[in-house]
């Protein structure tokens, strides 16, 4: 045993998964490596292959554009095999599960992101759990903020401009069309 951790909780699982990404845990690091995940030693950025060599419409791969600095990924981040990740976005500790959508200009800091979510525009998510297919829509005019350890219930949809601080949101929940600030829900 590496380390112990507790998963058991999405509260434990948000101070456990960065201590991972560190590489807390070695053994998640030996099978990553084995499965052929690409590591950036510097930065401890994992990435599934199919991801990194993925061609974006401008003819570039998601490692082309990293290196010429229209994505910033790391330090301490976990892409999934199909993981899109567009221009101007920030990715830092955090784990982005399979087939997300990271929409321009989006900012992720401290996240755990189920699969086949989509992170709208511009949207900031810090410190937050999302479950699987939650759809995150966000624009510049109206971005949206999910902060202070929210999580997510799976398939929701979170309107544009809405903000969510240390909030829990059930599956099934239909936010106010007018969106909003929400607070410990």
């Known amino acids: ?5 507790d998963f058991g909780t999405t509260y434990f699982l948000l101070e456990t998964f960065p201590r991972a990404l560190e590489g807390g845990f ?13 590591h950036d030693d ?41 993981a899109y990740i567009e221009d101007d976005c920030s990715i830092r500790y955090s784990d982005i599960e399979k087939q997300v959508t990271v929409c321009n200009g989006a900012s992720i800091d401290h996240a755990y992101v189920m699969p086949y979510c989509v992170i709208g525009g511009f949207a900031t998510l810090v ?20 902060n202070g350890r929210s999580v997510l219930g799976p398939k ?15 599956p099934g929940y239909r936010f106010p069309p007018e969106g909003g600030r929400f607070e410990s829900q």
């Open 1 to 5: 045993i590496d380390s112990w951790g």
């Open 26 to 38: 070695p053994s998640i690091q030996w099978i990553l490596k084995s499965r052929g995940h690409y």
């Open 42 to 82: 510097e930065k401890n950025v994992w990435i599934h292959p199919d991801t990194l060599k993925r061609v974006y419409p401008d003819g570039l791969t998601l490692e082309e554009r990293m290196k010429k600095g229209a994505v910033k990924i790391g330090p301490n981040v976990f892409l999934g095999r199909g």
């Open 127 to 146: 410190n937050c759990a999302l479950g699987l297919q939650v759809l995150v829509r966000s624009n510049a005019e109206h971005p949206t903020l999910i």
């Open 156 to 170: 929701l949809e979170v309107p544009e401009g809405v903000g969510l601080i240390d909030s829990r949101v059930f």
